[in-house]
């Protein structure tokens, strides 16, 4: 069955680096989300894209973020500077389009900022 | 009041009983209703998809949308050990997800 992956599935920085999580959406989706979730919270919009354009954004996806699929594959997600409140699971998440409620997500990439 | 409230648990159930499990909502915009599956440091798995109102049966899970009372429900009927999880409901009336803080779900063996 397809899935969603997500690499690197723990990510360590220092406060103030930049890092990249990477995501392969199913195959022939679309639609692409990325959402976090703080330990202990609720797992959070952060931003759509479709058709390699943001088409909806949280007031949490703030200029330090971005958003790429530089390739037919994969699905990015930058943190310019990071900050210690930036650490939390990071989750991709893709839909064919046909439902785009229904969204399928990765496992995950765990962001630790030190 | 919160957009989506769902009441984290924990919920301990013995083999075979039935799991219930429920979240109510403000905004009366949301027509999507989701169920979603997670288990420790992994990602939401999505289980059930139900639009508008109504019920909607997929085996051992059916799920329940009221929206005149701004409330959706979960029953997993004979709960097995691995159902042992945390249930997060999510809702939409366009395409990002709001999702509920997750009920922890402990089946006893």
């Known amino acids: 069955e397809p899935e969603v992956t997500q690499t690197p599935s723990h990510q360590v920085t220092q406060m103030g680096q930049e890092v990249i999580l990477r995501c392969v959406p199913i195959?022939?989706?679309?639609?692409f989300y990325w959402y976090r979730q703080i330990l202990g919270q609720k797992v959070e919009f952060l931003v759509s894209?479709?058709?390699?354009?943001?088409?909806?954004k949280s007031e949490i996806f703030d200029d330090q973020f971005s958003v790429e699929r530089p390739d037919g594959s994969n699905f990015t997600l930058k943190i310019r500077s990071t900050k210690l409140e930036d650490s939390a699971m990071y989750f991709c998440?893709?839909?064919?389009?046909?439902?785009?409620?229904?969204?399928?997500f990765g496992p995950g990439t765990r962001l630790t900022v030190t | 009041q919160k957009e989506v409230e769902q009441d984290p648990g924990p919920l301990s159930v013995p083999e075979g009983a039935i799991v219930s499990l429920n979240c109510t909502y403000s905004?009366?915009?949301?027509?999507?209703f989701m169920w979603y599956r997670q288990y420790s440091r992994k990602g939401p798995e999505l289980l059930m998809y139900?639009?508008?109102?109504g019920n909607k049966e997929d085996g051992r899970f059916t799920a329940q949308v009221d929206k005149s009372s701004k409330y959706i429900s979960l029953f997993i009927r004979d709960s097995q050990p691995s159902d042992s999880a945390t249930y997060l409901c999510?809702?939409?009336?366009?395409?990002?997800?709001?999702f509920g803080a997750g009920t922890t779900v402990t089946v006893r063996a």
């Open positions: 998440a893709s839909n064919g389009g046909r439902n785009r409620h229904e969204q399928y």
């Open positions: 195959s022939n989706h679309l639609y």
């Open positions: 894209f479709y058709n390699n354009e943001i088409s909806e």
């Open positions: 905004n009366s915009a949301f027509q999507y």
């Open positions: 139900t639009y508008s109102s």
């Open positions: 999510a809702m939409s009336d366009d395409y990002k997800l709001s």
